[in-house]
């Protein structure tokens, strides 16, 4: 495929939910400390080589970032790497916050 698609936050909430996606966070540690979505793989480029053994490429994988644009880079860069479904999602973890504010785990837990 070699490229990403962007999903809407309602579609990656149904993904997540139903486990039809592997979702990952690719915000600074402070923010995905203090609030992220449960199960959210904190991608990093030091958790990078981690990622890519955990889940091969034929796991479709969520990226999300604070807003919706980081998230397009890394979603490019997944499906160069071979990763057959890379999603974007749309409006990132402020989206996600204020639609499912109830699935969301974090410090405050």
């Known amino acids: 495929m070699n490229h990403f698609l962007s999903i809407d936050i309602e579609e990656a909430y149904q993904y997540w939910h139903h486990a039809r996606a592997v979702l990952v966070d690719i915000r600074d540690q402070q923010s995905y400390r203090r609030g992220h979505v449960p199960g959210a793989f904190h991608l990093t480029e030091e958790s990078l080589a981690a990622f ?40 990132g973890f402020d989206a996600w916050y204020r639609y ?4 969301i785990s974090g410090e405050a837990d």
């Open 100 to 103: 499912f504010p109830a699935a």
């Open 52 to 91: 890519m053994e955990e889940n091969d490429v034929e796991t479709a994988v969520m990226v999300m970032c604070y807003h919706g644009n980081s998230s397009r880079g890394i979603a490019q860069y997944l499906s160069q790497q071979g990763y057959h479904q890379t999603y974007s999602v749309e409006g």
